[in-house]
């Protein structure tokens, strides 16, 4: 019970310290100033007059919000002794292996660098300048020469280096069961079962309604879809970002669902997040960087060629060259496993105090990253609002899916699980898919490292993601992995190939995600 206690006087501590160093702190403490010449507020109970007033206006809100958007990202207190990087990743092994394959991120990047002799960054000469800030809404009809250029990795790059995973304390001769062997995560983590998903789900059991599903209910689906509208309508008028949340996992109309997610994530559009949007733009505009090369490309070979994305070329270029920029980006390194490359200012190599980050963000964009931002365009048209809700969604989750980490939303333990769920599920058909060399999560990693984007259809995508950020994890995605494959299972079992199996589980845009997830975890 102290132990509690202790650790919920860490988190305070915490929150408080990153909230002093917050705009909203500053705001707070104008209008506690400014309230004070109103005519309500008196000497004797200046406190409660004061907290009355900041409730009234809406400020206590606002903080309650600010408050819950830092005990999401914050990782739990770990011992006072232990060391910082520990915050970032308990296990030594993941460990040396992120930073392994930093290195060989890193060096993919130099060597393109050095070959194309294109440097890290460059500063525009004031003709660029002006001809890029007169085209910046129209990027796309911008056609660079990028044939020399490649991704710096792709997914399929990253599974190899997850497959040789290995625990150096772990004996995999002891307590490992017969299928142990079967799929090719070899570590092991702690991943939930079914039954663990059942407690853990409640809101997807066939029992209860959800938008997305138009039969199997209690209620008739048009009497509940036009109750969830008008409760959807006072969560949103109430700006509380845990009703929100809560809200979202029975799924968000269309037409409250921006503001529902810019709601769960804080993700504000306020007159401080429109300039700062306007400077990472100037950044992008002053500046030219060889990762601006590796995002035109990836916009290139996966938003321009799909059906759904390829309309907001423009909108992908803009929120990613910006992305590319924000410094801010870097305080998510605090609690992910990474750390951000860096590299040495030119004519200073091997000299410490000259080492940068780069790109400025410490993300290096890989093949298919700019399929993150592409759903959001559905959803937000104005470019600052979208940034900042793409910003969020990168800080609180997708970082995560390229990263090596032990954190049950991280893409390890979601390969684990995926394995796991099928082969507990469907053995048979597990078993099969091995022995003929058609390892399922050879096939499905393309769609976890993504979150399915790019795979489901754009309103199916969408009521997938309302429940990650309803449930706060990404678990669901490994989840549906699973429910795809035991959907497809009587044509899986008769396929002989990986490649008739991947023909097989081409082509998902027809799937409908909720029954799917429904039907696996409860049926």
């Known amino acids: 019970m102290m132990e509690e206690g202790a650790d919920l006087s860490v988190t305070i501590a915490q929150i408080v310290h990153r909230l002093k160093g917050a705009h909203l702190h500053s705001q707070l403490e104008k209008q506690a100033r400014e309230c004070l010449h109103r005519p309500e507020i008196k000497l004797e ?41 520990h915050t970032k990743e308990p296990l030594v092994y993941m460990r040396k292996a992120q930073a392994s394959w930093e290195k060989r991120i890193l ?101 209860c309604s959800q938008l997305g599903i138009d039969d199997h209910a209690h209620i008739p689906p048009d009497l509940f879809e036009s109750e969830h509208i008008r409760i959807g309508k006072k969560v949103v008028s109430e700006q509380d970002s845990a009703a929100a949340q809560q809200y979202s996992r029975q799924g968000c109309p269309t037409g409250f669902r921006a503001q529902l997610w810019a709601l769960i994530l804080n993700a504000t559009n306020e007159p401080e997040d429109i300039m700062h949007y306007e400077q990472l733009k100037a950044a992008v505009i002053h500046h030219d960087l060889l990762v601006d090369n590796l995002i035109y490309k990836d ?25 590319s920029r924000d410094t801010a980006v870097l305080e998510h390194f605090s609690y ?20 940068v980050v780069y790109p400025p963000n410490g993300v290096i964009p890989f093949h298919g990253f700019s399929m993150y931002v592409s759903p959001l365009c559905f959803l937000y048209n104005e470019p600052s609002k979208l940034y900042s809700v793409f910003r969020e969604m990168y800080v609180r989750y997708f970082f995560r899916l390229h990263s090596i980490s032990s954190s049950p939303s991280g893409i390890v333990s979601l390969c684990l699980q995926f394995e796991r769920l099928l082969q507990n599920h469907l053995p048979q058909l597990f078993y099969h898919l091995q022995a003929i060399g058609a390892q399922p999560l050879r096939i499905a990693f393309k769609w976890m490292v993504r979150a399915f984007s790019g795979y489901l259809s754009t309103d199916q995508l969408l009521l997938l993601w309302d429940r990650i950020l309803g449930y706060d994890s ?50």
């Open 45 to 85: 109970s200046l406190k409660e007059d004061v907290r009355s007033f900041l409730k009234a206006s809406g400020w206590e809100r606002k903080l309650q919000n600010a408050v819950y958007r830092e005990l999401h990202i914050l990782p739990p207190p770990g011992h006072p002794a232990a060391p910082p990087e």
């Open 107 to 207: 060096k993919s990047l130099n060597s393109m660098c050095t070959e194309l002799g294109v440097p890290l960054a460059r500063k525009r000469p004031v003709s660029e300048q002006k001809e890029l800030t007169n085209k910046w809404n129209e990027m796309g009809t911008d056609e660079p020469d990028l044939s020399k250029f490649r991704p710096v990795y792709a997914p399929k790059d990253f599974l190899e280096v997850l497959i040789s995973l290995k625990n150096p304390n772990y004996d995999c001769r002891e307590g490992l069961t017969a299928s142990s062997h079967w799929g090719l995560i070899q570590i092991s983590l702690n991943v939930r079962d079914i039954p663990q998903m059942r407690e853990a789900y409640p809101e997807l059991s066939l029992t």
């Open 336 to 355: 992910n496993s990474a750390t951000p490359p860096k590299s040495y200012i030119q004519g200073k190599t091997g000299a410490e105090e000259f080492t």
């Open 474 to 523: 990404l678990e669901i995605v490994a989840v549906l992995a699973a429910a795809v494959f035991t959907f497809r299972a009587e044509n899986l079992m008769q396929v002989t190939s990986l490649a008739s199996a991947e023909a097989v589980l081409a082509d998902l845009s027809t799937l409908k995600v909720m029954p799917l997830l429904q039907v696996f975890l409860f049926a």
């Open 299 to 323: 916009v290139k070979l996966t938003a321009s060629n799909d059906d759904y994305y390829f309309v907001f070329e423009d909108f992908l270029y803009q929120v990613l060259l910006c992305f």
